[in-house]
């Protein structure tokens, strides 16, 4: 059976066969993940990647809440399997897909950085131009006016 992400085998393989799976897959460039550590972890990135970039709908609680409802784990354990896995938080991991989503909204929608802010959840549009410049380099209006400066310079071709 095959799911968005996952294969589910409805009988036990050898493990030529696995390895033979594990081969073409690579091919694809997809991955084998047998260890039920490294499924989980996948399973926290796809749901906080499916929150961010694809929810059109405001999240009403915090990722902790969502991460453990979702995953039917508490939330420290899922926290400490992530960075043991990762080498990073839970908590960077978001912050580094906010910023990635507020790119995505800064270029290809009119929105100001407070509606950007507000969006994505940041308490203050401060804190948000924060966390962006840390993350990029720029503050959000700079990357603003590096997306019009590249328009119009595509204009007077």
């Known amino acids: 059976m095959v799911e968005l992400g996952a294969v589910e085998l409805l009988q036990d393989i050898s ?6 799976l594990r081969k073409n897959l690579l091919k694809s460039g997809l991955e084998l993940l047998d260890d039920k550590k490294s499924i989980l972890v996948e399973k926290i990135k796809n749901a906080i ?6 929810s059109d709908e405001q999240l009403k609680v915090n990722y902790s809440d969502y991460l453990s409802e979702k ?4 939330y420290t354990y899922l926290s400490n399997l ?3 896995v990762k080498g990073i938080t839970i908590q960077q991991f978001v912050i580094i897909h906010k910023i990635e989503k507020a790119k995505e909204l800064i270029l ?16 203050s549009v401060q804190y948000f131009s924060n966390q962006f410049k840390k993350i990029t380099g720029l503050t959000p209006s700079f990357y603003k ?13």
Not at 71 to 74: A, E, F, I, P
């Open 49 to 54: 990647i499916e929150m961010i970039h694809f």
């Open 108 to 123: 290809y929608e009119e929105l100001n950085t407070s509606e950007i802010a507000y969006m994505l959840h940041y308490s």
């Open 82 to 84: 992530f960075t043991e």
């Open 15 to 20: 493990q030529k066969q696995r390895d033979l």
């Open 71 to 74: 995953l039917d784990y508490d």
């Open 145 to 157: 006016k590096l997306k019009e400066k590249r328009k119009g310079n595509l204009e007077d071709m």
